[in-house]
C-alpha cells in the first residue's frame, strides 16, 4: 500500500472513548463473524458448483449464503438464499447447482456469512466448449474483504485455446466503476505497446463477467498474449480470473482455473509446493507494480525423493517498470543443472512491489490418473493457523500437503482432521505431527498416514494447521468424479488463513500509533478547556 498522509478532523475527546470502548458483539448473520466472498460462480449445463464450510469452533454456526446471480443475456435474476447451520467442529458441503434450482442457467457470486469464525471453499466441476473444448475441476477458498485495487499476474489469450475471463461482484451500496489495465512483457530498457483500459460498469448488489479475450481482440492486441492485469475500482470489489485453457504441453492438457488476485504488492513472496518431476510444466509470472524497474531474485528449495536437499543456485532477472515477465521454472532449473525427480519450494524477492502467481500444467498417475490446470497466487505473509476446508481421500481422489518454513527457527506443525467417511459417519483421526527445521521443507504422507489409522476412503475431510512459528502451507488434491457428466482434474489451495493471522504490524505504523495516541490524550485537557476540534495525522506505511 502506498504510503499517504490524510488529516481527519475529530473531537479527541470522543476519540479516545471511541478507542478505549470494547468492540460491539456480533448479533447474528446480521453482524456476522465472519463475511466470506467469491466473484466467479457458474450454474448451467455441464458445471456443478459446491460450497464447503470448515466450523472449527465450539459452537453450532449458522450460515447464510447470499447469491447474486445474472442470466445469459446480463440481466439480474433474484435467488433465495441460502440457509443452514454447520454443527461446531464439523464440516458441511452444499450444492449451489441445487440451490440454485430452475432458476437456472445463471453465473452467481456468494456472499457467505456466518456467526462464527469459519473457512469456505468453493469447487466447481466443468465440462464446456471454450478454448475447444476442456474439462476439470477447480477449487479456490474465498476472500475476507473486498478491495478497490486487484492484481492478476497470470493471464492468457489465444482464441481456440485459451479463453479468459473477468468476474467482478459489487456486494456494496454504491456503485463501482472499474478499470481493468493490461500489462505487457517488456525487455529491459524498453516498453511495450499500450492497450486501452477495459473499463465496467458494476451497479450495487450486482455481478458482471468481463470476457477479456474478446476485448482484447476488438482492440486489435496481438494474439497470443501473455500479460498480467490490474483492477482498479471507484468502490470496493470483490473480483476473480477465470482462465479455460487447451496446450500442448506433456502431450496434450486441457483444464481451468478461477482464483481470486492479491490486493496488495509485496517485496517477497512465497510458494510451497512445486516439483520437477515428469509431467509437471511450471511457469511463473511476477508484475512490476512500480514506476522503476525492478531486480527480481527467486530462490530455490530443493529436494530429492529422500529429502536430501538439493543446492541450487538464485536465478535473477529485470522487470522493467510497469512490465510483467513468465518464465518456464522448468528451463530456468535445467539451465541451474538439474533435469527431474526432485520437489522445490520458491521464495520470490525483488527490491520493487510485485505480484508473482505460479501456474501448473500436469498430466501424473493421480487418483487413477488425471491432467489438467491450476494456478495459485503467492503468499506474503507466513501463517501460524490455516485452515483447509475440502480435502478428500480414497481411490479417486488424492490429497496432499507442502509446508514451507521460511525463518530460523524450527517448527512443530499440527494438522487436525475432521470430516466424515462415505456413509456419513464421523470420523475420528489423530493429530498428525510434523517437525521441520528453519528455512526448510516438508511433504507429509498424508494417504499413508490416513491408511494407518484406518481411513482409506472414500471420505471427506476438512483439515486446520496450526504451527508454532509462521509457515506457509499448500494442499493439492487430485480427483476423479462423476459429476458434471464426469471428469477428473487437480487443484491447488494455499489455505483460508486464520483470523488474526497475516496481520504483522510494521514498526512505523506502531510509532505513529504511539504518537496518535499521545496527542489524543494530550487533546482530551484542550477539548475540556475550549472544546476544539484538532487535526489529526493519520499514516499508513509503505507496502513491504
Known amino acids: 500500500m502506498a504510503g499517504r498522509h490524510r488529516f481527519v478532523k475529530v473531537s479527541l475527546l470522543a476519540a479516545v472513548v471511541a478507542v478505549m470502548a470494547p468492540p460491539a458483539v456480533a448479533q447474528e448473520i446480521q453482524k456476522p463473524a465472519t463475511t466470506v466472498y467469491f466473484a466467479e460462480g457458474t450454474v448451467r449445463a455441464g458445471f456443478v458448483e459446491l460450497l464447503t464450510i470448515q466450523n472449527p469452533t465450539n459452537s453450532n454456526a449458522h450460515m447464510e449464503v447470499v447469491m447474486t446471480g445474472t442470466d445469459q443475456s446480463g440481466r439480474g435474476v433474484d435467488v433465495s438464499p441460502l440457509r443452514f447451520d454447520v454443527p461446531a467442529n464439523s464440516r458441511a458441503t452444499k450444492s449451489i447447482s441445487e440451490a440454485v434450482g430452475d432458476k437456472a442457467p445463471l453465473d452467481v457470486s456468494l456472499e457467505v456469512r456466518s456467526d462464527k469464525e469459519i473457512a469456505a471453499q468453493r469447487t466447481i466441476y466443468f465440462q464446456t466448449s471454450l478454448a475447444g473444448g476442456v474439462q476439470?475441476?477447480?477449487?479456490?477458498?474465498?476472500?475476507?474483504?473486498?478491495?478497490?485495487?486487484?492484481?492478476?499476474?497470470?493471464?492468457?489469450?489465444?482464441?481456440?485455446?485459451?479463453?479468459?475471463?473477468?468476474?467482478?461482484?459489487?456486494?456494496?451500496?454504491?456503485?463501482?466503476?472499474?478499470?481493468?489495465?493490461?500489462?505487457q512483457s517488456a525487455t529491459p530498457g524498453s516498453q511495450a505497446s499500450d492497450i486501452p483500459d477495459l473499463q465496467v460498469e458494476v451497479p450495487p448488489g450486482t455481478r458482471k463477467g468481463a470476457d477479456l479475450g474478446q476485448y482484447l481482440k476488438s482492440v486489435g492486441a496481438k494474439v497470443p498474449l501473455d500479460f498480467s492485469a490490474r483492477v482498479d475500482a471507484t468502490e470496493p470489489v470483490a473480483a476473480e480470473r477465470v482462465l479455460y485453457s487447451k496446450t500442448d504441453d506433456l502431450g496434450g492438457?486441457?483444464?481451468?482455473?478461477?482464483?481470486?488476485?492479491g490486493t496488495e504488492g509485496s517485496g517477497t513472496w512465497y510458494f510451497a509446493e512445486g516439483t520437477a518431476r515428469g509431467g509437471q510444466v511450471q511457469n511463473l509470472s511476477v508484475m512490476n507494480l512500480s514506476d522503476k524497474e525492478a531486480n527480481l531474485t527467486v530462490r530455490f528449495r530443493s529436494f530429492d525423493r529422500q529429502g536430501k536437499e538439493i543446492r541450487v543456485a538464485p536465478y535473477e532477472d529485470k522487470i522493467p517498470a510497469h512490465s510483467r515477465v513468465t518464465k518456464d521454472l522448468n528451463d530456468v532449473l535445467k539451465t541451474k543443472g538439474l533435469v527431474s525427480d526432485f520437489d522445490v519450494s520458491l521464495i520470490v524477492e525483488a527490491n520493487r512491489s510485485i505480484v508473482a502467481e505460479r501456474t501448473v500444467r500436469f498430466k501424473n498417475d493421480s487418483a487413477g490418473g488425471t491432467s489438467g490446470l491450476y494456478s495459485v497466487l503467492g503468499t506474503t505473509l507466513p501463517a501460524r493457523k490455516l485452515f483447509f476446508p475440502e480435502a478428500r481421500v480414497g481411490p479417486d481422489a488424492e490429497s496432499a500437503f507442502v509446508v514451507l518454513n521460511p525463518g530460523s527457527s524450527k517448527a512443530r506443525i499440527v494438522f487436525k482432521f475432521t470430516g466424515t467417511d462415505q456413509g456419513g459417519q464421523a470420523l475420528t483421526v489423530p493429530d498428525l505431527i510434523v517437525n521441520i527445521d528453519g528455512d526448510e521443507r516438508a511433504n507429509p504422507a498424508l494417504n499413508q498416514y490416513l491408511s494407518d489409522n484406518h481411513v482409506s476412503g472414500p471420505a471427506d475431510l476438512s483439515v486446520k494447521v496450526d504451527s508454532n512459528v509462521p509457515v506457509?502451507?499448500?494442499?493439492?488434491?487430485?480427483?476423479?468424479?462423476?459429476?458434471?457428466?464426469?471428469?477428473?482434474?487437480?487443484?491447488?489451495?494455499?489455505?483460508?488463513?486464520?483470523?488474526?493471522?497475516?496481520?504483522?504490524?510494521?514498526?512505523?505504523?506502531?510509532?505513529?500509533?504511539?504518537i496518535i495516541i499521545g496527542l489524543a490524550v494530550a487533546a482530551v485537557v484542550v477539548a475540556m478547556v475550549g472544546q476544539r476540534p484538532v487535526d489529526v495525522p493519520e499514516e499508513e506505511p509503505e507496502a513491504a
Open 136 to 183: 476439470g475441476v477447480t477449487s479456490s477458498v474465498g476472500v475476507t474483504s473486498t478491495s478497490r485495487t486487484h492484481f492478476f499476474a497470470y493471464g492468457l489469450s489465444n482464441p481456440g485455446s485459451a479463453e479468459e475471463f473477468m468476474a467482478i461482484f459489487n456486494p456494496g451500496k454504491a456503485n463501482s466503476r472499474v478499470r481493468i489495465k493490461f500489462l
Open 253 to 261: 492438457v486441457v483444464g481451468g482455473t478461477a482464483a481470486p488476485g
Open 472 to 514: 506457509v502451507v499448500e494442499q493439492t488434491l487430485f480427483q476423479r468424479s462423476s459429476l458434471a457428466g464426469g471428469v477428473q482434474g487437480g487443484t491447488l489451495v494455499s489455505g483460508f488463513v486464520g483470523k488474526g493471522e497475516g496481520q504483522n504490524v510494521p514498526i512505523p505504523l506502531l510509532v505513529a500509533g504511539v
